[in-house]
């Protein structure tokens, strides 16, 4: 079984299952946008990317279906970091507006 640690971090051992299953998430959802929070939840654009992102845009390719997906900050960075926040606004602009 694979799920989240209590401590926050997840082994390096278990990142390439939890990609399977995130990308299996995404055959079945099928979204026409997605935003993704931190380091280890890009990993997942990085595994499908078609090629460099567009204006920060990014298309993921899962099974024949394509995503736009921006990466942005994990909310614990953005809970230390408030200054960070304007960052994270832009992103979530970029992917519901397409551009900045």
Do not use: C, M, Y
Not at 26 to 45: D, E, F, H, N
Not at 61 to 88: C, I, M, W, Y
């Amino acid at each position: 079984a694979t799920a989240r640690p209590l401590a926050g971090r997840i082994a390096a051992d278990q990142e390439g299952r939890l990609i399977e299953i995130a990308r299996h998430h995404l055959k079945l959802l099928q979204p026409a946008k997605l935003l993704i929070l931190g380091q280890t939840a890009s990993r997942v654009v990085t595994e499908t990317n078609d090629g460099a992102p567009a204006n920060g845009l990014v298309d993921v390719n899962h099974f024949g279906g394509h995503t736009q997906a921006v990466a942005s900050l994990h909310p614990r960075f953005l809970l230390d970091r408030p200054a960070a926040k304007s960052e994270a606004w832009k992103h979530l602009l970029l992917l519901t507006r397409g551009s900045l």
